[in-house]
């Protein structure tokens, strides 16, 4: 029996046209509903990776295992959550499973994603630095989170842009609740650092060059 | 953890204000620049009021990048890569 969904967890991610009936019949072995799942969201799919990876080819790699993953898990799929919702979780955890195999200690995660000195955010309340000017452009923003240490943007990606609480990113990278809403804070506060000087910001080919 | 609900904010400096700030914004239910509990604060502490406001445009505006915009360049994965998949998908499963 589908479980009825909670309208909540579709605010962000509210249905595509045509994508029940597609997974529906993706979950029968169609395979070209699973290539209509795959145009659906591969775009989403692949900047997530991108944005947490920095990395173009493992990104693209992280997107390929991402729907490998969904066509064999597609059957545990209940509707409980949004689609885009289950299939971002999914890929969050792909992410994270194949940055822990590169080497991030999952025991130590609290420490290894606090960045160095030099990209800590200024302390300079008091200062008199201009205020940002009431708006960002996206093309400027996502040169500025490309630009961030990997520890903060992990949580400012999957927080501010991706839409999960902080219990849940404690819970997809091993630290508190508390550590998330520090670091997310720490990445904003940087943020606002990049975004006041976006003249020295790498201009984005793709998203890959500025993120390393 | 700071504890919000006895914290006094009109009598608070900057930087003990900074202290809340990752609680604050965790905390949802409407926009910190716009709450009256901190009016009197942000009066005194001008810079703080343009701090969380600077915040609360980035927090915003980050949500706008959750869906990639057609004319971007670089996000999007290769014409190779469905293929790719494909070609996997019809391969056995692994033992």
């Known amino acids: 029996m589908q479980t009825k969904p909670n309208p909540g967890f579709f605010k962000r991610n509210p249905p595509i046209a045509g994508e029940a009936e597609a997974i529906e019949q993706a979950k029968n072995g169609d395979a070209e509903a699973f290539s209509k799942l795959y145009a659906l969201h591969k775009r989403r799919v692949y900047t997530l990776c991108l944005r947490m990876l920095g990395n173009v080819s493992e990104a693209e790699d992280m997107t390929q295992e991402a729907f490998l993953h969904l066509f064999r898990k597609l059957g545990s799929f209940r509707g409980e959550s949004a689609f885009s919702t289950w299939l971002h979780r999914l890929t969050v955890n792909l992410v994270l499973m194949h940055l822990r195999k590169k080497g991030l200690n999952l025991v130590s995660l609290e420490e290894t994603i606090n960045p160095s000195e030099d990209d800590a955010p200024k302390r300079d309340f008091g200062s008199r630095d201009p205020q940002l000017a009431g708006s960002v452009d996206r093309v400027t923003l996502e ?3 490309a630009s961030l240490p990997p520890g903060y943007r992990m949580v400012f990606v999957l927080h501010d842009v991706e839409g999960f609480e902080h219990n ?3 819970s997809m990278l091993e630290c508190s609740t508390g550590n998330s809403k520090s670091q997310l804070h720490k990445a904003r506060l940087k943020l606002r650092e990049l975004l006041r000087q976006p003249e020295k910001l790498a201009p984005v080919a793709g998203l890959q060059e500025v993120a390393r | 953890m700071k504890d919000l609900a006895t914290a006094n904010f009109d009598k608070m400096t900057a930087a003990e204000f900074e202290e809340y700030l990752p ?3 965790a905390m949802g239910g409407g926009k910190i620049s716009e709450n009256p509990r901190f009016a009197v604060f ?3 502490n001008p810079y703080c009021a343009a701090l969380v406001s600077d915040l ?4 915003e505006q980050a949500r706008s990048l959750f869906e990639p915009v057609g004319d971007e360049a670089g996000l ?3 014409d190779e890569l469905w293929p790719k998949i494909a070609s996997k998908l019809k391969e056995p499963p692994e033992e």
Do not use: C, G, M
């Open chain 2, 23 to 25: 609680e604050l914004f």
């Open chain 2, 42 to 44: 942000f009066k005194a």
């Open chain 2, 56 to 59: 609360e445009t980035i927090a």
């Open chain 1, 168 to 170: 849940e990113i404690a």
């Open chain 1, 143 to 145: 040169r500025a989170v």
């Open chain 2, 76 to 78: 999007e994965p290769s």
